[in-house]
């Protein structure tokens, strides 16, 4: 039982690339979320999505698109790689409030 | 949005127990979780509490939490050193997202 899967699990951009961050869950939960994770900040809401075909912004959306064709995947990307971009990002899916997380993809922008 | 916090730091000796707190601003939150994570990990679900309960026994862990003073802690008895980790509170909030603290890193000494 895979549960969340993130790829990769560590990447290191040069400022103005592009990337995509992939995240898979197998458990057929409607709710996704992606989340960045910085020292002494706690974990930020980026973007989350309810279902298949819908997406919306967290607390931090800015300089990220996300989209969710179907239930099992819900893919993060960044357009333009900036160093304020640089940190770990994580990957969850949700049931009744409970969220399980993926490992995490460590992000360097350079 | 909604504002959670924590201390950053916390150091036992081990046998001792451990208490982590954190203060949240939602008083709507029908949940409240605990989750551990570990280093180079993602985070796990340790426990949660719903908001109609004051306290909540699961093994070494108990949750208290104080819906006047919206405050919510959690004690680990006998701690061990495999409980060295990073402890994040959140609370739950419009549309399922989760919001959370910044987290306490629990420091056991042998």
């Known amino acids: 039982n895979a549960g969340v899967t993130q790829t990769p699990k560590f990447q290191v951009l040069k400022t103005g690339q592009s990337m995509t961050l992939q995240c898979a869950q197998d458990m057929n939960h409607e709710y996704m979320s992606w989340y960045r994770q910085d020292p002494g900040m706690g974990l930020r809401l980026i973007h989350y999505?309810?279902?298949?075909?819908?997406?919306d912004q967290g607390e931090v959306p800015n300089g990220y698109n996300v989209s969710r064709s179907t239930t099992e995947d819900f893919p993060l990307r960044l357009l333009s790689a900036a160093p304020s971009q640089t940190s770990v990002y994580f990957c969850?899916?949700?049931?009744?409030?409970?969220?399980?997380f993926g490992q995490g993809t460590r992000l360097t922008v350079v | 949005g909604e504002d959670v916090e924590q201390s950053l730091f916390l150091s036992v000796r081990e046998g001792d127990s451990s208490v982590i707190n954190c203060t949240y601003t939602?008083?709507?939150?029908?949940?409240l979780y605990w989750y551990k994570q570990e280093p180079g990990a993602g985070l796990q679900l340790l426990t949660y509490?719903?908001?109609?309960?004051d306290m909540k026994q699961d093994q070494r862990l108990t949750v208290l939490l104080n819906k006047k003073d919206k405050h919510l802690s959690l004690r680990i008895a006998d701690t061990q050193t495999g409980d060295s980790a990073i402890y994040f509170c959140?609370?739950?909030?419009?549309?399922?997202?989760?919001?959370f603290g910044t987290g306490t890193r629990l420091t056991v000494i042998p």
């Open positions: 509490i719903f908001s109609n309960m």
């Open positions: 939602d008083s709507s939150s029908t949940y």
């Open positions: 969850a899916s949700s049931f009744s409030g409970t969220a399980f």
């Open positions: 959140a609370e739950i909030g419009g549309a399922n997202n989760l919001f």
């Open positions: 999505s309810v279902g298949a075909g819908i997406t």
